[in-house]
């Protein structure tokens, strides 16, 4: 059995996209409109394809389907991640997104988004939405249908290395200058709130203020609840960064040489610094990798580097 799948991403172009995937991870993507990198994806809205290999142009979601033993023979009608690197050269709409049970009913049959950003760079000073300040729902409804938007959203400064926790019904945006990556359930439901009233091919974007209202959490969670610093001094090892009942994930910093032994079924890897070796396949940063229930038993590393690594 493989111990490592190697996987090409999927782009996203979008309409607060820049550059900075491509000139800064090296990705070979056309455009100066590339908001999202899906790395580790079986999602139909994009795809990974595993590249070399036993299993060299097929799609994740054809092995999960078809090769189960490489994933433990972990359960699920669908592979349950999705990996991403977000690059947001401007601000991205104002959003939340729904829980299991209601994308279930209202989106036919998905699962609904709970997702956690590891900041990897922003400005200095540099800020994200996460969170509302309305007391009950009359006054969040109030609010929202008075567009009193600076008075509702809650913005809260973010550093490289600070880790946020998303949960369905967070009211929530990524900000112009903010890079992260994301971990969440392999869902692409998001209801949009508010937009700053941009305009795309014209018209505005659709909102889904209804969705939104059902959905959003009332009374919000303090801020510091959602927040988790990470900053750390860089030395080699192992550090679980946030742990929810969809998905554990840590950072994994080698300078020379390690291994590490988990009971995971699977396990997603981004390399985020530096390059190196997994199993004696070489990596560099912004390299995606699934690694095998064989391979999950004990990691290999070598290099100088950096990587996220996610579990269920």
Not at 106 to 117: F, R, T
Not at 217 to 243: A, C, M, N, Y
Not at 284 to 303: C, D, P, Q, R
Request: hydrophobic share 35%; proline share 4%.
């Amino acid at each position: 059995m493989e111990k490592v799948l190697f996987l090409k991403p999927y782009f996203s172009h979008t309409i607060w996209g820049g550059k900075r995937l491509r000139e800064e991870f090296g990705y070979d993507e056309p455009g100066d409109d590339i908001g999202e990198c899906w790395g580790i994806s079986a999602h139909p809205a994009g795809e990974s394809i595993v590249m070399g290999g036993e299993f060299d142009g097929r799609k994740l979601s054809e092995l999960w389907s078809g090769h189960r033993e490489l994933f433990g023979n972990a359960e699920g009608d669908r592979f349950p991640l999705l990996i991403k690197i977000i690059d947001a050269c401007d601000d991205l709409s104002i959003q939340v997104h729904p829980d299991d049970a209601y994308a279930s009913i209202h989106e036919n049959g998905s699962l609904g988004k709970k997702e956690c950003w590891y900041v990897l760079d922003c400005p200095e000073g540099g800020e994200i939405v996460a969170g509302h300040n309305a007391s009950s729902k009359e006054e969040m409804e109030s609010m929202i249908d008075n567009g009193e938007w600076d008075a509702f959203i809650r913005k809260v400064p973010v550093k490289p290395g600070d880790m946020i926790q998303i949960d369905p019904g967070t009211v929530h945006a990524i900000t112009a200058g903010v890079c992260v990556l994301e971990t969440q359930q392999s869902s692409d439901i998001t209801y949009r709130l508010y937009d700053y009233g941009r305009l795309m091919n014209g018209a505005p974007r659709q909102l889904h203020t209804a969705q939104s209202k059902d959905v959003i959490i009332v009374p919000d969670l303090p801020s510091e609840d959602r927040i988790k610093s990470f900053q750390g001094d860089g030395k080699p090892g192992i550090t679980e960064l946030i742990s929810c009942d969809k998905y554990t994930v840590s950072r994994v910093i080698c300078d020379s040489e390690m291994s590490f032994e988990t009971d995971a079924d699977f396990l997603c890897a981004t390399v985020i610094k530096g390059e190196g070796s997994v199993f004696d396949t070489r990596v560099v940063k912004g390299s995606h990798m699934l690694i095998t229930k064989e391979g999950a038993e004990k990691v290999l590393l070598k290099g100088n580097m950096e990587l996220i690594v996610s579990r269920t």
